[in-house]
């Protein structure tokens, strides 16, 4: 093996921290985030039907949603996809604010 090789091997690999996976949504869910390590996977993916955002705050629709969300019990270990899909609609009790 010639020292170019040796070279070329080094030069491809990569060190354990810049190794980290991407860390994709679950099927389903639009959004993800890593708290404490683990993934968490919320809201629902695809678009409006008219082609927009599915979440909107400050609208009925969001509401709608702020009021059924209201009612899930809290998780025992915070953030859940509930804590965080009513963090995204911006919800406030059962409203959702602009």
Same mark, same amino acid.
């Given at each position: 093996? /010639?020292?170019?090789?040796?070279?070329?091997? %080094?030069? =491809?690999?990569?060190?354990?921290? &810049?190794? *980290?996976?991407?860390? !994709?949504?679950? %099927?389903? *869910?639009?959004? /993800?985030?890593?708290?404490?390590?683990? *993934?968490?996977?919320? =809201?629902?993916?695809?678009?409006?039907?008219?082609?927009?955002?599915?979440?909107?705050? =400050?609208? %009925? %629709?969001?509401?709608?949603?702020?009021?059924?969300?209201?009612?899930?019990? !809290?998780?025992? +270990?915070?953030?859940?996809? +509930? &804590?965080? /899909?009513?963090?995204?609609?911006?919800?406030? =009790?059962? !409203?959702?604010?602009?």
């Amino acid at each position: 093996m /010639s020292w170019e090789d040796v070279l070329k091997r %080094k030069t =491809g690999r990569r060190g354990k921290k &810049a190794r *980290k996976k991407r860390k !994709k949504p679950a %099927k389903g *869910k639009r959004f /993800s985030k890593v708290i404490n390590g683990k *993934k968490r996977s919320f =809201g629902q993916a695809g678009k409006a039907k008219d082609g927009g955002d599915r979440i909107r705050p =400050g609208t %009925k %629709k969001g509401d709608a949603y702020c009021a059924r969300s209201a009612k899930i019990p !809290k998780c025992k +270990n915070p953030p859940c996809a +509930n &804590a965080l /899909s009513r963090k995204k609609w911006r919800c406030r =009790g059962s !409203k959702s604010m602009r």
